[in-house]
């Protein structure tokens, strides 16, 4: 089991940035992708962005693409999500998920969860 932590976000006013950092802990497992992912009340869950292991490929949702940034420190456990020029649109909760394999834009094909951490944009 793993187990996985979201923090950093907040209420921020737009054009401004935040980063999330996603905490993994538990049985971590070698050569798994992180994703992003964020729901807004009312709507389906949403791709954000996801990195391979070795963080060579990332994808981004093309809402985002320019103003998001994921990384991670494989040391740290630690996959990241700065967020910068950030709008009301992505206000949302903000999830980080892992699976083994290669980094997908499909929430149900991660096996681990975080519990979201919440980001809300001010116009």
């Known amino acids: 089991q793993v187990q996985l932590v979201e923090s950093g976000g907040g209420l921020v006013q737009a054009g401004g940035s935040l980063r999330l950092s996603c905490a993994a802990s538990?049985?971590?497992?070698?050569?798994?992708?992180m994703g992003w992912f964020r729901q807004a009340p009312g709507k389906e869950r949403e791709f954000v962005a996801a990195?391979?292991?070795?963080?060579?490929?990332?994808y981004y949702a093309d809402s985002v693409k320019g103003r998001f940034t994921i990384s991670r420190d494989n040391a740290k456990n630690t996959v990241y999500l700065q967020m910068n020029s950030l709008k009301p649109e992505d206000t949302a909760r903000y999830f980080c998920?892992?699976?083994?394999?290669?980094?997908?834009?499909?929430?149900?094909?991660?096996?681990?969860w975080g519990q979201g951490t919440q980001v809300t944009v001010s116009s």
């Open positions: 998920a892992a699976r083994s394999g290669a980094p997908l834009r499909i929430g149900v094909a991660y096996a681990y």
């Open positions: 538990g049985r971590i497992f070698m050569n798994y992708a």
């Open positions: 990195i391979s292991w070795s963080g060579e490929i990332a």
